[in-house]
T-cell receptor, first 118, second 109 residues
Framework: GAVVSQHPSRVICKSGTSVKIECRSL??????MFWYRQFPKQSLMLMATSNEGSKATYEQGVEKDKFLINHASLTLSTLTVTSAHPEDSSFYICSAKRPHREGADTQYFGPGTRLTVL | KQEVTQIPAALSVPEGENLVLNCSFTDSAIYNLQWFRQDPGKGLTSLLL?????REQTSGRLNASLDKSSGRSTLYIAASQPGDSATYLC????????FGTGTSLTVIP
């Protein structure tokens, strides 16, 4: 199956710093990637849709100036958490959409990044 | 907006039991219904994907069914094993994925 990687897998940072998380589709080109956030014992919540070559589309309630998304190539999307605070501590998961000629497109999920803000 | 609910939220069973996890969704206009497994602190592992035109999919001890008209899907796990312990998430897919709240499964040896 298709592979999506995330880097780093785990990051600890001080409050006020910025953290960049990378999401890569390793064996296919993804014009669309998605960023999710998961709090402990809760389900995944879509934060934003990342479109290659254009601005990301953010879900209601997600601050676009705080969570910067860049999708500069067909295999890489980055999420930058700016001026991170302890409440930003969470598990961040990306997915990449792989188009299919027949049937619906499929998403492949990355392994996630655990962010802890001290 | 699509809402996906999973029942029960947690389940504990002895090894060897057959079990059913439930997933319900409010909008029947979906492309697919997908079941995932998530181990603690890990990402998602896709288990089964049922296309909207299909009624069920099987993989090993797992069987997933889909009834679009009633907005329900079930995941059946046969002869449960301790290694099945994890959180199981269903997702109804349209233009985006709508995830359920998850069922935390513990299989007791």
């Amino acid at each position: 199956g298709a592979v999506v990687s995330q880097h780093p897998s785990r990051v600890i940072c001080k409050s006020g710093t910025s953290v960049k998380i990378e999401c890569r589709s390793l064996d296919f080109q993804a014009t669309t990637m998605f960023w999710y956030r998961q709090f402990p014992k809760q389900s995944l919540m879509l934060m934003a849709t990342s479109n290659e070559g254009s601005k990301a589309t953010y879900e209601q309630g997600v601050e676009k100036d705080k969570f910067l998304i860049n999708h500069a190539s067909l295999t890489l999307s980055t999420l930058t958490v700016t001026s991170a605070h302890p409440e930003d501590s969470s598990f961040y998961i990306c997915s990449a959409k792989r188009p299919h000629r027949e049937g619906a497109d499929t998403q492949y999920f990355g392994p996630g990044t655990r962010l802890t803000v001290l | 907006k699509q809402e996906v609910t999973q029942i029960p939220a947690a389940l504990s069973v002895p090894e060897g039991e057959n079990l059913v996890l439930n997933c319900s969704f409010t909008d029947s206009a979906i492309y697919n219904l997908q079941w995932f497994r998530q181990d603690p602190g890990k990402g998602l592992t896709s288990l089964l994907l049922i296309q909207s035109s299909q009624r069920e999919q099987t993989s090993g001890r797992l069987n997933a069914s889909l009834d679009k008209s009633s907005g329900r899907s079930t995941l059946y796990i046969a002869a449960s094993q301790p290694g099945d312990s994890a959180t199981y998430l269903c997702a109804a897919t349209g233009n985006q994925f709508y995830f359920g709240t998850g069922t935390s499964l513990t299989v007791i040896p």
